[in-house]
């Protein structure tokens, strides 16, 4: 957001959006596991219970 | 060793009917893998699952001066991706381990195109104890576009996006890559020349592939690039039907040529050499590579890969019936109105045709001995004239563990800076650079 | 105050040599820590996705280094003297800095070159660099190292510089840089594009670089001794390591309220005459222009007044001290004045006990003279005569003990507060047989270590003359070690000033600081301020009037 000029967006809006982005990209980084989890619980037919999906040790 | 979410992605793209051979990043793969393997570094060990049909996950814990860990999760939709990973125990070990890549001429990979459906691929990893994030989402848009996004995420270095565009015709590979790293832009593309060969050849049969691909270029925050052109061509050898791949590779920019040629001289060996020579420094190395491969006993009854062989077979298996049909169709293509010339040259080149079989079944002999042998270990060697090194791999099953130890002995340590003004290259002996066990379990 | 500009060192080649050797370790200290950081993560560039989350961890400054080897630098070549011009001094700035310049700095003609090998391929260097998982794998891009060699001729700096100097370390500021040279670059491609880097990085190095670097290595100088000795000094710096070592106490407060406020009074005087550059008391033929100041030149010139029998048969020391007439300040540098004072005791030359020319009531009044100098009130000189029947024993026993047993105690009350003043743990004043009461407040104290030498060394037994005069011959060696130490002698006159004002006003820990780097030699550490001398209230600075009695 820097290299736009002051004309453009104001000093405050732009820092708003740089808090914006970067909040955006924690939740991606810490939301992207989940997601994955999600899709392939959602997607299973017989919705598996959340332990077994998440433990990576061969479930019995 | 390929890790286990590797072996899930190129299981996806098996199953998709994606050709991983045919890009231009993997020209030089079979080489790469003989030559240039990796070395794990430090203690290493994975467990792996499937928990559905669709979801696999991955724990890790790495020992390397500090103990790292990562969790990896990966989601993919597509029929069969499941049932067709294997676990560690029952995984055949050619597909476990990066070995030689055997190159199907391009028309027997035309039916895996068929009955194609959209479907994609999530994985997620997360190290610990540094919260990077590694995400990557695969898209098969149409039978011959995948789209590729990778993402390096880190919330204390800068996170890194790649993006691959990919197009994939059989004959043409055509691949766009935008990376936000040094804002690299490049373009591969790769060129199948159909087996026109043959008419040169004394033999009709013709089971070789010639490719031409070239890469460009251009780091845009530096202004740096990058570019070079390939050539490989993958035969069998006629008298004994051994697969060897040659390639020719050459940077215009830095005028570095390097040729390799790779051959599978029996079932249970490997050799590969690799000439660099740089027309401007006069510079040149001599890399030379080969493994070994164990058997153990032979397997009864192969059921529980069943998949894996019918894959390979699939194509010779369906050709069978009507086999000298299928290979004329590649000369002459779209002949459709030719049923009548086909008869005759058929007729004409009857002795030829026994030869086609003939050479065929030599072929395809190797190909179901190097399927139905029973692999429990392979050794890897390789060394460089001009590093003065010396890399040894073991990779096997043990107890239904894969496990890979491997050490590369250098002249010189690696983690001293080379460019130390007063530092004694005098340094005979060689030292273990590294050292690396991993152990992988999956079920 | 002044300081010198060693030109002989930059006449010789071990200049240039010295340069190349310095720069090529500060360049490639430099580019050593700089690599450690990349050659590690380009050694574990495997395709493991653990090693390549360590990466990114270690990856922080991303610094790439283009560099394939070491930097070499083939050639220095500064065919004419450096100039050094100085426009302006300001000795008294203010109580933090000891001394503010304004110099000028130019040199000509100058040539440097530079090799090192360079990686032709970028991309190369980013790609290993990134992430593995992230990066795209490029065929045959290997690297590609190219020999580069750099050349910088016709150099010309001219520059306008501050030197701020303080209690702990130099400042210097470049003002007005003029720096023009021409390069030549091995690959012509790139050579337009270095030069214009190099012109632009020009500036930092100028305001940035070189200031810390002369700013760090200047503080190396106070604190931790001299670094680099050349190995011609070496004996010397080991003789005096000892010394230089341990810190000194020059002046305590404690002996700052012994001395009198007269005495304080000619101490600031005597400073600020040398703040002011106005050194009148060196001006030739005259003892003092300063009331009760001596300056450490005239010293014999005073020794030569005091009355004590040397002085009287001047013609007859032709071998032991120097013409006393030669001992000016414009000749110093062939004569040893500490070392020639030293050796001078109240004794007849053995050349006049030889030939018998003495007198013995010149001898008398003289020793009547030292007497009343020595003592003021007005008793009674007792004097034991020995009368000499026979000729054979006719060496006279001149100087008797009894009238200098009593002459010992005001001495040793004025050496008491000699010593206060004087700037040095001094030779202790050695209670000789023969002594001449030497009344100069404070001792000359060149060359404590050489000196101690033979003073200790003698203690002294009871003499006849003649046989002192024989141990002052035999103590000539010690002065002529003095000799090889002659070339540091005028530098400690002038380095003086500052001795003083650092021990008056600052406690410095070691001064070890000279105005210019060839100045700070190891073998002029022992040397201090050598003396001031006092008098009270006589002018005695011309030539006739006798040097006064000294007092309180």
Same mark, same amino acid.
């Given at each position: 957001?820097?290299?736009?000029?002051?004309?453009?967006?104001?000093?405050?809006?732009?820092?708003?959006?740089?808090?914006?982005?970067?909040?955006?990209?924690?939740?991606?980084?810490?939301?992207?596991?989940?997601?994955?989890?999600?899709?392939?619980?959602?997607?299973?037919?017989?919705?598996?219970?959340?332990?077994?999906?998440?433990?990576?040790?061969?479930?019995? | 060793?390929?890790?286990?979410?590797?072996?899930?992605?190129?299981?996806?793209?098996?199953?998709?009917?994606?050709?991983?051979?045919?890009?231009?990043?993997?020209?030089?793969?079979?080489?790469?893998?003989?030559?240039?393997?990796?070395?794990?570094?430090?203690?290493?060990?994975?467990?792996?699952?499937?928990?559905?049909?669709?979801?696999?996950?991955?724990?890790?814990?790495?020992?390397?001066?500090?103990?790292?860990?990562?969790?990896?999760?990966?989601?993919?939709?597509?029929?069969?991706?499941?049932?067709?990973?294997?676990?560690?125990?029952?995984?055949?070990?050619?597909?476990?381990?990066?070995?030689?890549?055997?190159?199907?001429?391009?028309?027997?990979?035309?039916?895996?195109?068929?009955?194609?459906?959209?479907?994609?691929?999530?994985?997620?990893?997360?190290?610990?104890?540094?919260?990077?994030?590694?995400?990557?989402?695969?898209?098969? $848009?149409?039978?011959?576009?995948? $789209?590729?996004?990778?993402?390096?995420?880190?919330?204390?270095?800068?996170?890194?996006?790649?993006?691959?565009?990919?197009?994939?015709?059989?004959?043409?590979?055509?691949?766009?890559?935008?990376?936000?790293?040094?804002?690299?832009?490049?373009?591969?593309?790769?060129?199948?020349?159909?087996?026109?060969?043959?008419?040169?050849?004394?033999?009709?049969?013709?089971?070789?592939?010639?490719?031409?691909?070239?890469?460009?270029?251009?780091?845009?925050?530096?202004?740096?690039?990058?570019?070079?052109?390939? $050539?490989?061509?993958?035969?069998?050898?006629?008298?004994?039907?051994?697969?060897?791949?040659?390639?020719?590779?050459?940077?215009?920019?830095?005028?570095?040529?390097?040729?390799?040629?790779?051959?599978?001289?029996?079932?249970?060996?490997?050799?590969?050499?690799?000439?660099?020579?740089?027309?401007?420094?006069?510079?040149?190395?001599?890399?030379?590579?080969?493994?070994?491969?164990?058997?153990?006993?032979?397997?009864?009854?192969?059921?529980?890969?069943?998949?894996?062989?019918?894959?390979?077979?699939?194509?010779?298996?369906?050709?069978?019936?009507?086999?000298?049909?299928?290979?004329?169709?590649?000369?002459?293509?779209?002949?459709?109105?030719?049923?009548?010339?086909?008869?005759?040259?058929?007729?004409?080149?009857?002795?030829?045709?026994?030869?086609?079989?003939?050479?065929?079944?030599?072929?395809?002999?190797?190909?179901?001995?190097?399927?139905?042998?029973?692999?429990?270990?392979?050794?890897?060697?390789?060394?460089?004239?001009?590093?003065?090194?010396?890399?040894?791999?073991?990779?096997?099953?043990?107890?239904?563990?894969?496990?890979?130890?491997?050490?590369?002995?250098?002249?010189?340590?690696?983690?001293?800076?080379?460019?130390?003004?007063?530092?004694?290259?005098?340094?005979?002996?060689?030292?273990?650079?590294?050292?690396?066990?991993?152990?992988?379990?999956?079920? | 105050?002044?300081?010198?500009?060693?030109?002989?060192?930059?006449?010789?080649?071990?200049?240039?040599?010295?340069?190349?050797?310095?720069?090529?370790?500060?360049?490639?200290?430099?580019?050593?820590?700089?690599?450690?950081?990349?050659?590690?993560?380009?050694?574990?560039?495997?395709?493991?996705?653990?090693?390549?989350?360590?990466?990114?961890?270690?990856?922080?400054?991303?610094?790439?280094?283009?560099?394939?080897?070491?930097?070499?630098?083939?050639?220095?070549?500064?065919?004419?003297?450096?100039?050094?011009?100085?426009?302006?001094?300001?000795?008294?700035?203010?109580?933090?800095?000891?001394?503010?310049?304004?110099?000028?700095?130019?040199?000509?003609?100058?040539?440097?070159?530079?090799?090192?090998?360079?990686?032709?391929?970028?991309?190369?260097?980013?790609?290993?660099?990134?992430?593995?998982?992230?990066?795209?794998?490029?065929?045959?891009?290997?690297?590609?190292?190219?020999?580069?060699?750099?050349?910088?001729?016709?150099?010309?700096?001219?520059?306008?510089?501050?030197?701020?100097?303080?209690?702990?370390?130099?400042?210097?500021?470049?003002?007005?840089?003029?720096?023009?040279?021409?390069?030549?670059?091995?690959?012509?491609?790139?050579?337009?594009?270095?030069?214009?880097?190099?012109?632009?990085?020009?500036?930092?190095?100028?305001?940035?670089?070189?200031?810390?670097?002369?700013?760090?290595?200047?503080?190396?100088?106070?604190?931790?001794?001299?670094?680099?000795?050349?190995?011609?000094?070496?004996?010397?710096?080991?003789?005096?390591?000892?010394?230089?070592?341990?810190?000194?106490?020059?002046?305590?407060?404690?002996?700052?309220?012994?001395?009198?406020?007269?005495?304080?009074?000619?101490?600031?005087?005597?400073?600020?005459?040398?703040?002011?550059?106005?050194?009148?008391?060196?001006?030739?033929?005259?003892?003092?222009?300063?009331?009760?100041?001596?300056?450490?030149?005239?010293?014999?010139?005073?020794?030569?007044?005091?009355?004590?029998?040397?002085?009287?048969?001047?013609?007859?020391?032709?071998?032991?001290?120097?013409?006393?007439?030669?001992?000016?300040?414009?000749?110093?540098?062939?004569?040893?004045?500490?070392?020639?004072?030293?050796?001078?005791?109240?004794?007849?030359?053995?050349?006049?006990?030889?030939?018998?020319?003495?007198?013995?009531?010149?001898?008398?009044?003289?020793?009547?003279?030292?007497?009343?100098?020595?003592?003021?009130?007005?008793?009674?000189?007792?004097?034991?005569?020995?009368?000499?029947?026979?000729?054979?024993?006719?060496?006279?026993?001149?100087?008797?003990?009894?009238?200098?047993?009593?002459?010992?105690?005001?001495?040793?009350?004025?050496?008491?507060?000699?010593?206060?003043?004087?700037?040095?743990?001094?030779?202790?004043?050695?209670?000789?047989?023969?002594?001449?009461?030497?009344?100069?407040?404070?001792?000359?104290?060149?060359?404590?270590?050489?000196?101690?030498?033979?003073?200790?060394?003698?203690?002294?037994?009871?003499?006849?003359?003649?046989?002192?005069?024989?141990?002052?011959?035999?103590?000539?060696?010690?002065?002529?070690?003095?000799?090889?130490?002659?070339?540091?002698?005028?530098?400690?006159?002038?380095?003086?000033?500052?001795?003083?004002?650092?021990?008056?006003?600052?406690?410095?820990?070691?001064?070890?600081?000279?105005?210019?780097?060839?100045?700070?030699?190891?073998?002029?550490?022992?040397?201090?301020?050598?003396?001031?001398?006092?008098?009270?209230?006589?002018?005695?600075?011309?030539?006739?009037?006798?040097?006064?009695?000294?007092?309180?």
């Amino acid at each position: 957001m820097a290299y736009l000029p002051s004309f453009i967006l104001s000093d405050e809006s732009k820092e708003r959006m740089t808090k914006i982005f970067s909040l955006s990209q924690t939740v991606a980084h810490y939301g992207w596991l989940p997601f994955v989890l999600y899709l392939g619980w959602a997607h299973t037919a017989n919705r598996p219970n959340l332990f077994s999906l998440l433990s990576p040790l061969p479930s019995v | 060793m390929i890790d286990y979410m590797q072996q899930v992605l190129r299981v996806f793209e098996t199953c998709t009917g994606w050709n991983r051979d045919n890009s231009y990043e993997n020209i030089t793969a079979t080489s790469e893998n003989l030559l240039n393997f990796s070395i794990p570094e430090g203690l290493k060990c994975q467990i792996s699952n499937s928990s559905t049909a669709h979801t696999f996950s991955t724990f890790e814990l790495s020992n390397n001066t500090v103990i790292n860990g990562s969790l990896a999760y990966l989601y993919c939709t597509g029929k069969g991706v499941g049932s067709s990973v294997s676990s560690s125990r029952t995984v055949q070990l050619q597909d476990a381990v990066e070995t030689y890549r055997q190159i199907r001429p391009l028309y027997q990979n035309r039916e895996a195109r068929k009955g194609f459906e959209p479907c994609a691929l999530w994985f997620g990893r997360m190290y610990y104890p540094s919260s990077t994030l590694e995400a990557m989402v695969v898209k098969r $848009l149409s039978p011959e576009t995948q $789209l590729v996004a990778k993402c390096l995420s880190s919330l204390a270095h800068t996170s890194v996006l790649t993006l691959y565009w990919q197009r994939d015709s059989g004959k043409n590979f055509q691949e766009w890559v935008v990376s936000s790293n040094e804002a690299l832009v490049g373009y591969r593309v790769l060129h199948n020349f159909v087996g026109s060969q043959s008419k040169l050849n004394t033999s009709l049969y013709n089971n070789s592939s010639l490719s031409l691909g070239a890469e460009l270029w251009f780091g845009l925050l530096n202004t740096s690039p990058a570019c070079s052109t390939t $050539l490989r061509y993958c035969t069998h050898s006629a008298n004994t039907g051994k697969p060897l791949t040659l390639t020719l590779s050459w940077n215009p920019l830095f005028g570095h040529v390097s040729s390799t040629y790779s051959v599978k001289t029996s079932s249970n060996a490997t050799i590969s050499t690799k000439f660099d020579f740089n027309l401007y420094s006069i510079e040149s190395n001599l890399s030379f590579g080969c493994e070994l491969w164990r058997r153990g006993a032979s397997r009864a009854v192969p059921t529980e890969n069943a998949f894996v062989q019918d894959a390979v077979r699939a194509p010779s298996a369906q050709k069978r019936p009507t086999d000298t049909k299928d290979m004329f169709y590649h000369l002459m293509a779209g002949s459709s109105n030719s049923q009548k010339l086909l008869d005759d040259l058929n007729v004409t080149f009857a002795s030829s045709l026994h030869k086609i079989n003939r050479e065929r079944s030599i072929i395809q002999k190797f190909e179901k001995s190097l399927i139905d042998s029973n692999f429990t270990s392979v050794c890897r060697l390789s060394t460089s004239l001009r590093d003065k090194n010396l890399k040894v791999q073991w990779e096997g099953r043990y107890k239904g563990f894969l496990i890979s130890a491997g050490t590369e002995l250098a002249n010189t340590p690696l983690d001293l800076p080379a460019n130390m003004v007063d530092e004694p290259k005098t340094a005979s002996f060689f030292k273990p650079a590294k050292f690396g066990v991993q152990l992988q379990f999956s079920m | 105050m002044s300081f010198r500009f060693n030109k002989a060192t930059f006449e010789d080649n071990s200049f240039n040599e010295q340069i190349r050797e310095k720069l090529t370790h500060a360049l490639n200290a430099d580019s050593k820590s700089s690599t450690t950081g990349t050659q590690s993560n380009s050694a574990n560039s495997s395709n493991s996705a653990a090693t390549d989350e360590v990466k990114q961890e270690t990856k922080a400054p991303k610094k790439l280094d283009i560099l394939k080897s070491g930097i070499y630098v083939r050639k220095v070549n500064f065919p004419s003297i450096p100039q050094l011009e100085i426009l302006d001094l300001d000795v008294s700035a203010q109580s933090k800095s000891l001394l503010k310049g304004i110099c000028k700095i130019s040199c000509k003609n100058a040539m440097l070159e530079i090799t090192t090998e360079i990686e032709a391929n970028l991309l190369l260097l980013y790609t290993n660099n990134g992430p593995a998982f992230t990066t795209p794998r490029l065929i045959s891009n290997d690297s590609f190292t190219v020999p580069i060699t750099m050349t910088f001729s016709q150099i010309e700096l001219e520059a306008i510089t501050n030197i701020f100097v303080k209690n702990t370390s130099v400042g210097i500021s470049f003002n007005d840089v003029n720096l023009d040279f021409d390069f030549d670059c091995s690959i012509k491609l790139l050579q337009s594009s270095i030069e214009k880097r190099l012109k632009g990085s020009m500036e930092t190095v100028f305001k940035d670089v070189l200031p810390s670097v002369i700013f760090s290595m200047s503080q190396r100088w106070f604190t931790h001794g001299e670094p680099n000795a050349s190995p011609m000094d070496e004996n010397a710096s080991k003789q005096i390591s000892s010394h230089s070592n341990a810190p000194r106490t020059i002046l305590e407060d404690a002996d700052l309220e012994d001395l009198s406020p007269a005495t304080m009074l000619r101490l600031s005087t005597l400073v600020s005459s040398r703040q002011s550059l106005s050194l009148n008391p060196t001006a030739m033929n005259t003892l003092s222009a300063i009331p009760g100041c001596l300056e450490r030149q005239n010293l014999h010139r005073f020794n030569s007044r005091v009355p004590a029998l040397s002085n009287f048969y001047p013609t007859y020391y032709d071998n032991g001290v120097p013409d006393l007439k030669m001992l000016g300040r414009s000749t110093s540098h062939n004569t040893v004045l500490g070392g020639g004072y030293t050796q001078q005791h109240n004794a007849l030359p053995q050349r006049v006990l030889d030939e018998r020319s003495y007198d013995l009531k010149t001898i008398a009044s003289v020793q009547s003279r030292i007497y009343e100098r020595g003592s003021g009130d007005n008793t009674v000189l007792r004097r034991r005569k020995i009368k000499m029947g026979r000729s054979k024993k006719q060496q006279t026993p001149a100087p008797p003990s009894q009238p200098d047993s009593a002459l010992d105690e005001p001495k040793h009350r004025d050496i008491a507060t000699a010593e206060s003043v004087s700037l040095e743990p001094i030779a202790v004043p050695t209670p000789e047989l023969l002594h001449s009461p030497r009344l100069i407040s404070a001792m000359p104290s060149v060359e404590p270590l050489v000196e101690k030498r033979p003073v200790l060394g003698e203690i002294p037994p009871l003499q006849w003359p003649g046989q002192a005069a024989r141990s002052t011959t035999s103590a000539r060696p010690p002065a002529s070690k003095l000799n090889l130490l002659e070339e540091a002698h005028s530098l400690s006159r002038k380095r003086e000033l500052q001795k003083l004002r650092s021990s008056l006003y600052s406690p410095m820990r070691n001064n070890k600081f000279y105005v210019t780097r060839e100045m700070e030699r190891p073998i002029l550490e022992h040397k201090r301020l050598s003396f001031v001398g006092l008098a009270h209230g006589l002018k005695w600075g011309s030539e006739e009037v006798p040097p006064p009695p000294y007092g309180f």
